[in-house]
């Protein structure tokens, strides 16, 4: 399947909420000794508008990573296609070897995710999912998968427009 070319979205004006999913610490050797450093994984996401992003930082404290992995995140937001209480369709995302299917739920389920993955569909603002994360369990695979199958989901006009169809004829 072809990539499909994303839009990405504005942080102005969006109440955006941040999350931490892991935080690594790094030592780099040198003739010196060790150089320790700390990587963050963030997402972020607006529940309302239903966009996410994600986003990756390195500093030498724990802070500074984590902010820089919030100002990546901004500059990686994107808009996902959801019904009010869950997604359209059954999709698969992957990254690497992480594999993430996604799967719409029944009013009052909730979401069912762990982590990572979690994170992500917290962040984005549906409240009933059903997840299962096949693949790799490392954290950035398990992100980046999420965020790949959310991209996936379409709404009724723009899959009626593929098949120069109307909407009431889906």
Do not use: C, W
């Amino acid at each position: 399947m072809p990539a499909a070319i994303v839009k990405r979205v504005d942080a102005t004006g969006l109440n955006l909420k941040e999350q931490v999913v892991s935080i690594n610490r790094v030592t780099k050797v040198v003739k010196g000794g060790k150089n320790m450093s700390f990587a963050a994984l963030v997402v972020i996401g607006d529940a309302e508008k239903k966009v996410v992003g994600y986003g990756t930082g390195k500093a030498k404290e724990v802070p500074s990573a984590i902010k820089k992995g919030i100002e990546a995140a901004k500059r990686n937001l994107r808009q996902i296609n959801t019904l009010p209480t869950t997604i359209l369709h059954t999709v698969t995302g992957r990254f690497g070897a992480g594999l993430v299917l996604l799967k719409p739920a029944p009013e009052g389920t909730g979401v069912i995710a762990g982590g990572p993955v979690r994170a992500v569909i917290e962040s984005v603002g549906i409240p009933n999912i059903l997840t299962k994360n096949l693949g790799s369990r490392n954290p950035h695979n398990a992100v980046k998968a999420t965020v790949q199958a959310l991209e996936q989901l379409r709404d009724k006009a723009a899959v009626a427009d593929m098949r120069g169809l109307t909407v009431e004829k889906l």
